[in-house]
């Protein structure tokens, strides 16, 4: 759980820059990969975490985290949906 709150608030941090560099869309895209990572071995348990909205929603989140990988690989880059994963935490966790 945690390997998934440090990259959707690295990944935050990242999407408030105005930055659209090929640096910026690959360390977008690794942290999403990271992210994707987390949640499939989150699901893999069958284990509750502790966090109930993650367990009742991980493959919609998965699902989420997919679409926007694909977005930013595109020709234009989108980030729009990169920017609303890294936000979807936030809600709850404003960081500091």
Known sequence: MWRLAYHSRELRELM??????????AEVLQHLR????ATIELN???????????????SSLL????TAQEAVSRDPPNFVLAGSVSGAC???HPSR
């Open 63 to 66: 699902q989420d985290i997919r």
């Open 90 to 92: 936030a809600y709850c």
């Open 44 to 58: 893999r348990t069958g284990w509750p975490t502790n966090h109930p909205l993650v367990d009742a929603n991980g």
């Open 16 to 25: 408030a820059s105005p930055e659209e560099t090929a640096v910026h869309r």
């Open 34 to 37: 990271m992210m994707e990572q």
